[in-house]
């Protein structure tokens, strides 16, 4: 199947800093990603699309000035936690559907972010 | 917008037994409706999804069924073996190439 790949895969920050996530899609280009936070024993709660050329459209409730999302090609998102807190702490997923397939979403292996 | 409400939060079965988690969403334009397998601290995996013009879908010990009328959906897991241990998620969404909508996740645990 498609590969979807994440990095880095853990990060430890100091309060006040800012992180960057990348999310590669290694075999294949996506037009569309999409990032999720999930909480430990929780569900993946989605929180912003990353449209290829164009501005990330952010779920209610999702600072964009907070999580600011790149997406400069078609095999590139990036998601950067600026200006971090410890309530930034969590596991950051995201997923891609190649432009040429069925529909199916890939996820990459998750960023846990955990801010001191 | 879309909600996916999942139940059981946890199901523990033993081996050979059949599971069955089952999900409601609100969204009567929902018609794409995928299940997630997520081991400990890895990523999310397809196992098997279904759309909404067909009723009943089966792959192997996997099978998923729909109603749209009632807007549930249902995961149904025969045989489960140790391997089958993790968490699942239903998921729902306008269409296949849109944002998908997570249930909270079941805990499945498969005792020898």
């Known amino acids: 199947g498609a590969v979807v790949s994440q990095h880095p895969s853990w990060v430890i920050c100091k309060s006040g800093t800012s992180v960057k996530i990348e999310c590669r899609s290694l075999d294949f280009q996506a037009t569309t990603m999409f990032w999720y936070r999930q909480f430990p024993k929780q569900s993946l709660m989605l929180m912003a699309t990353s449209n290829e050329g164009s501005k990330a459209t952010y779920e209610q409730g999702v600072e964009k000035d907070k999580f600011l999302i790149n997406h400069a090609s078609l095999t590139l998102s990036t998601l950067t936690v600026t200006s971090a807190h410890p309530e930034d702490s969590s596991f950051y997923i995201c997923?891609?559907?190649?432009?040429?397939?069925?529909?199916?979403?890939?996820f990459g292996e998750g960023s846990r972010l955990t801010v001191l | 917008g879309e909600n996916v409400e999942q139940h059981p939060s946890t199901l523990s079965v033993q081996e050979g037994d059949s599971a069955v988690i089952k999900c409601t969403y609100s969204?009567?334009?929902?018609?794409?409706f995928p299940w997630y397998k997520q081991e400990l601290g890895k990523r999310p995996q397809l196992i098997i999804d279904?759309?909404?013009?067909?009723g009943e879908k089966k792959d192997q010990r996997i099978a998923v069924t729909l109603n749209k009328t009632a807007k549930h959906f249902s995961l149904h897991i025969t045989e489960t073996q140790p391997e089958d241990s993790a968490v699942y998620f239903c998921a729902a969404s306008t269409d296949s190439w849109g944002k998908l909508q997570f249930g909270a996740g079941t805990q499945v645990v498969v005792t020898p």
């Open positions: 969204d009567s334009a929902s018609n794409y």
């Open positions: 997923s891609a559907r190649p432009i040429a397939g069925g529909g199916e979403l890939f």
């Open positions: 279904i759309r909404s013009n067909v």
